[in-house]
């Protein structure tokens, strides 16, 4: 089914995650079950820190928006790709298509930037202990979330009205959710203005985050080595080890979005995007 304009393709079909039939069972069953424990896992905290006064502190309150954002962007595009292993034909509108494309961008670059306000606390809280809670008061805080989702508003609003401008030529999408490159690979205009916001964004939202993270940790892997206790250097190094995973994040994210996609690898990349949207964030908590 081919068409000039978005208004004689008024619905798409996604591919899914696999298109083989032996798997579509299993695979079900199995991301399912992550997707539980992904909701309740999250949920929990966002409940605990909310009811315990004990951890009304920056920390928590950054992990807290860190698990909302994680409950959000898992319920944006997981039920989507359930939806592909029980039926043939998986078909979204041309409204629900930009819906998911822009909450899915505005969720996961709000991530990237969230996760970057988690390695400068933790960076004041072992760099520089003694000033944490006069830096890293309430107020700094709460304008650190706003920034992040500020962020994440201004990158989804660029990419979703350069998708906007876009014409589509074939209505079947090699892929679970309406991200940016399998759309791209079914417009049937140029695709330079768009390849090229999406360089520039997604640039900015990788190269800021991760060098942000790389230089914090720097510092505070600095400070723990000039710890004297190996009992305190244990203590401080445990409190943000595993946010140096976050990097990964990043370097996988490169990869998926700064690297040419050609239709044959959009399988490959297709994996490796639900790998890193369902267990960094994680690891990482």
């Not at 660029?158 to 490159?181: E, S």
């Not at 400070?223 to 943000?240: D, E, N, P, V």
Request: hydrophobic share 50%.
């Amino acid at each position: 089914m081919l068409a000039r304009n978005d208004s004689l393709v008024p619905e798409f079909i996604l591919a899914g995650l696999t298109d083989r039939p032996e798997l579509q069972q299993p695979l079900f069953y199995l991301f399912l079950m992550i997707y539980i424990v992904t909701m309740v896992g999250n949920l929990g905290s966002i409940i605990l820190i909310g009811l315990n006064s004990h951890l009304h502190t920056p920390v928590y309150y950054l992990v807290f928006n860190l698990s909302f954002i994680d409950l959000c962007y898992s319920s944006v595009f997981t039920p989507q790709m359930l939806m592909n292993f029980v039926f043939k034909k998986n078909i979204i509108s041309y409204v629900e298509r930009m819906t998911q494309l822009f909450f899915f961008l505005f969720f996961v670059i709000s991530e990237c930037y969230m996760l970057t306000s988690m390695a400068c606390d933790r960076y004041v809280a072992i760099c520089t202990p003694l000033l944490y809670k006069v830096t890293m008061f309430h107020k700094v805080c709460l304008v650190l979330s706003l920034a992040v989702y500020v962020m994440g508003f201004t990158g989804a609003s660029a990419h979703t009205g350069c998708m906007l401008r876009r014409t589509f030529c074939n209505v079947n999408i090699n892929h679970y959710l309406c991200d940016i490159l399998p759309l791209l690979q079914v417009s049937c205009t140029s695709t330079y203005v768009s390849e090229v916001v999406v360089l520039i964004v997604v640039g900015i939202n990788i190269t800021v985050p991760s060098f942000t993270i790389l230089v914090s940790y720097i510092f505070i892997l600095t400070s723990i080595l000039h710890i004297k206790s190996a009992q305190g250097r244990s203590k401080a190094f445990s409190t943000c080890s595993s946010h140096i995973i976050a990097l990964s994040y990043f370097g996988s994210a490169a990869f998926m979005y700064l690297k040419y996609s050609s239709p044959g690898s959009m399988d490959l990349k297709k994996f490796i995007l639900f790998s890193i949207l369902m267990w960094c964030p994680w690891s990482i908590l």
